[in-house]
């Protein structure tokens, strides 16, 4: 079956950086476009970042746009997010996604699979 497993969160002061990753086993990787979305306490999911099944188109939220990068590597069926400068209004659970369709990365509903999700926690 189809498996995204999220890590590389955790607790990091302001300013600091972190890199997530997430593996995906059971589906044709390089067919997906794929996304990350944020979860923080009574809040709803948001759209972070998103990446094309090639690497060659990129998508951000506008709160992370500068900070955040997404990139992939299709032969280790992995999709990362660097975050640098990160804020204590990052904090929250980090989940990475799988979409077939590009024109869906914003959409949480549009999703085909996601992962468990990583927790990050910014210290101010």
């Known amino acids: 079956q189809v498996q995204l497993v999220e890590s590389g969160g955790g607790l990091v002061q302001a300013g600091g950086s972190l890199r997530l990753s997430c593996a995906a086993s059971g589906l044709t990787f390089s067919m997906y476009a794929m996304g990350w979305f944020r979860q923080a306490p009574g809040k709803e999911r948001e759209f972070v970042a998103a990446i094309n099944w090639s690497g060659g188109s990129t998508d951000y939220a506008d709160s992370v746009k500068g900070r955040f990068t997404i990139s992939r590597d299709n032969a280790k069926n992995t999709v990362y997010l660097q975050m640098n400068s990160l804020k204590a209004e990052d904090t929250a659970v980090y989940y990475c996604?799988?979409?077939?369709?590009?024109?869906?990365?914003?959409?949480?509903?549009?999703?085909?699979?996601w992962g468990q999700g990583t927790q990050v926690t910014v210290s101010s």
């Open positions: 996604a799988a979409v077939i369709y590009w024109r869906r990365v914003r959409q949480v509903n549009g999703y085909d699979y």
